[in-house]
């Protein structure tokens, strides 16, 4: 019964097994990419967060929770506090400045011959991307060992 | 296009309240994924269902031009469609739980806790 | 620049994410809570001093100026409901020390009680209906997963009910906020508020009076739509019944007073009328299904609900003296109602029950413990000189001062039948001998329990809240009178809100 459910659980085929190993990789970058590009153009924390779950989700499904916390390394619900502590670190920038809470602050200088942006929008929206991967995963896998 | 809206606004609540009416616990959840989509569909109509361009200021001018849409109500729905979506996938977690406790997806079996 | 407003949002938010981080460890987790709701408890009490100077505080999130963008603002009911989420999210934490099985903080229990007060305390924040709907469903999401912690058959059931009534709640109220909008163009709760007084009033705002009276009634278990609630509030840890009992149905009934004092008063004569029979309802429904249970923690839950029907009772009659006896009714009912809620927790940390036939003989042994409960119980019913009789006595002057006779004899007839169930609860578990065969060593045994002990510690502070707010009625009248004063007046409200935008 045991071993009949975790075959159901990890589809052992092997194009499946494999191709899950090269799309994490590819997943992760594009997640990070959505995540980046989010301020002016389609994208942001939560699409790419989503993305990056389905990366692992996919990772999941093809080689079981064990080895999916193997390479993993931390704790989802651990992504998920610091996801949350980031977002909340956002908003307080502004106040120092004698602004209201969650105003957006934007520091600009350039790196050679680019000018990048950096804001408190990006650090919310990294912990938005954290927090949404860490939720998603926290789910999926307590689920998934339920099911084992 | 918004009569049309209307009928599929109202045929979308009839069925969610429909299948959140049967025995089910599958089919109320079902009921209950309708119910929100009909909800955001009827923001989307009543708020004017305008073909406009996105609602950016040209650089210089101090007013968009021409006839934009509002922009507010798909701000609206999407944070209303995110929100479904946290609550109804606890709400499937949550079914399937009751399935395994109760051993049974039928709701007149559950009344324990009614008497 | 006020960050008092924020601060009773933020702080339990950040707690939420420290215990979180701190998942592996309960030790830090329930210290940071108890630090946590102290510090809201604090803000809270800050808010309401600079509310008592300045009559209004607002900010507009991210600078956006009203009505375009995110507005908290907070009067003094919502400062008043901010202390007393402080008070009972205090209590909780202590009494959590004590009480939470350490198999349920590994699942999130301090985080999703804190998540839970964010909610509150934004729902009480929030000067945009949106997102006031926003923090309704936080809230409504942690409540569900504090709700199925532990995964008894009782909870599953009573969570299914739980879930399905307030998603279909939320469902109506998203629903009359895209109506909404679709009318007025707007979603500040002030700007609305201003820009139906000028509509010529049409069919329509009744129509979305009462989407609204659905949705937010749902949410305050009122008539007919107040069972989920006995269904599902003794099913999870006491120490989250308790919250629940204490908060949850009250931001339902903050949210229709906003509403049907700011928004909803074109009308008064169709729209409160219909509250008036919904209060009636509620009232007499609530304490005729008290009365027929055996069960310690469904008597109280049927009896929030008939005081729900009080509290409603106040609102719709609305008239000053009546809204003064609302906002008095649910500063009243939130620590008597979680108070009560805890003695049974701590009863059934005595004997291992919560039914009625399978307990006794407390009196005897813990002669202490039943004076505790008999005071908020008594407080409750409505018997002088504790809270409770100011509450019910400022609420029926006001119904008599307006001849609503039958809603004034009903309130009066629930009082006695309160009264009743209390004192079945009284004689059943304190009175009567203990029935044979249940395990009393508990009970019985000498040695000092610490964890009674500091289970006992909110309760002693609770009960000296109810003994305060009876003998020391007036500030807290003055209070409850200033409330209604900028209730009854909500273009002030709206000018503090907008500003130079009106």
Redesign the interface.
Known sequence: MNDKKTKIMTFNTLILHTAALFLLPLQLIFSVFLLLRGHDEPGGG?IAGLVASGAFVLYLFAHGVASTREIMRVEP??L???G??LG?AA?FP??FH???????QWWEFSLGETDIKLSTVLIFDIGVYFAVLG?ILT?VMS?TESEE | MESLMAYVIGILFAAAIYMMLRRSIVKLVIGLIILSNAANLLIFAVSGMTRGAPPLIPEGAAAPLGIIADPLPQALILTAIVIAFGVLAFAVVLIHRAYEVVGNDDLDQMKDTDT | MSPEVVLPIIIPLLAGALTLAFWRSTFYQRWISLFATTALLGSGIWLLSSIRETGFVVMQMGGWAAPFGITIVADLLSAIMIVLTGIIGLAIAVFSMAATPDKHQKFGYFPLMHLLLAGVAGSFLAGDIFNLFVWFEVMLLASFALLTLGGERAQMEGAIKYVTLNLFSSAIFLSAIGLLYGMVGTLNMADIGDKLSQVEHTGMVNVLAMMFLISFGIKAAAFPLFFWLPASYHTPLVGVSALFAGLLTKVGVYALYRVFTLIFIGDTGYTHTILLWVAVLTMLTGVLGAAAQFEFRRILSFHIVSQIGYMLLGLALFTPLAIIGGVFYIMHHIIVKTNLFLISGVVYRLLGSYDLKKLGGVYKQRPWLAILFLIPALSLAGIPPLSGFFAKFLVIRAGLEVDAWIATGTALLVGLLTLYSMIKIWAEVFWKKLPEGIDDSRLISNRTDSQLLVMLIPVVGLTLCTLYIGLNGEPIYQLASDAADQLLNPAAYIEAVLGENL
């Open positions: 939560f619900r651990d998920l506090a610091l949350l502590l909340l908003m502004g106040m004698g602004e209201a809470f969650l105003t957006a939720t789910i689920l």
